[in-house]
């Protein structure tokens, strides 16, 4: 797949040299169903990775605990020896259940045991960055501190084990306790055209130069549906998640994007997203889906 896509111009994370192209790649979906198991097709898996690598992407994120491990296994298998223009972006804190549930894993031993886990599969020596994954209620962050989580890791960075920090699900109150830990370059939450809790936080790292990446951004495991949104779309001869996508890029400047798929047409689709422009009119009737409800 040839490299046509602009990928929604670049980003240079906050305080680094790592420079990013602002679509990037989700690899959740590459697991079984409910992000469990194996996926009925792992050749497909993995050509759908080698494709976006070869589109142009040079950000995936993922975890140890999607499958869990396969995920990071097909990466590796797909892509290792790795590009060295590539960072992958992996997330601790949680560990997924014999049934497959998803719990909490936030203590020392747990956040170092993680580390180690996504090293080992990916078979990296270094992680590019890791995202220290909160753990609040149902959808939204609840506040608490998480002073000791965010401590192991940056022990762990200084350790030479991971480059750079993030957090995940977490509030602005959160965001600045971890900085005055250690520098934090990405604040990955949930958040789309229609779920926009964190419009007040993006525009503050906005104008600190941190990165915000969305989870989520075409509504995860219940897709986005709006009448707006396919009005907007069919205006523009765009499918309405190609619309949500360049609604986000739009959005601000520090939105950096992970779209999820295990297929190789919709990951055509969401990076032709990239070359979408919406008009003025278009931004104006998308905004009204989600307005924000409520300060961060």
Known sequence: M??????????T?????????????GAM?????????PPKDRAAAIAVLQEAVAAGVNHIDTSDFYGPHITNQIICEALHPYPAELTIVTKVGAVRGTDGSWNPAQSPEELKAAVHDNLRNLKLDVLDVVNMRAWG?????AEGSIEA??????ELRRQGLIRHLGV?????AQVNEARAIAPVVGVQNLYNVAQRHDDKLIDHLAAEGIAYVPYF???????????????????????????????????????????????????RENLSAADLVLPEQAIEKLNAIG??????
């Open 149 to 154: 989580q965010f401590t192991t890791l940056a």
């Open 29 to 37: 979906q590459l697991a079984g169903p409910h992000v469990f198991g």
């Open 2 to 11: 040839e490299k046509r896509h602009k990928l929604g111009g670049s980003f």
């Open 137 to 141: 209620r149902d959808a939204k962050p």
């Open 168 to 172: 995940s699900h977490v509030t602005l």
């Open 217 to 267: 951004p075409l509504g995860g495991f219940t897709p986005l549906q709006s009448a707006e949104l396919s009005e907007v779309a069919a205006e523009l001869n765009a499918t309405p998640m190609q619309t949500a996508l360049a609604w986000l890029l739009q959005r601000a400047p520090n939105m950096l994007l992970i779209p999820g798929t295990s297929s190789p047409r919709h990951l």
């Open 291 to 296: 307005a924000s409800p409520a300060p961060v």
């Open 13 to 25: 994370l906050c305080g680094t040299a790592v420079t990013l192209n602002r679509m990037g790649y």
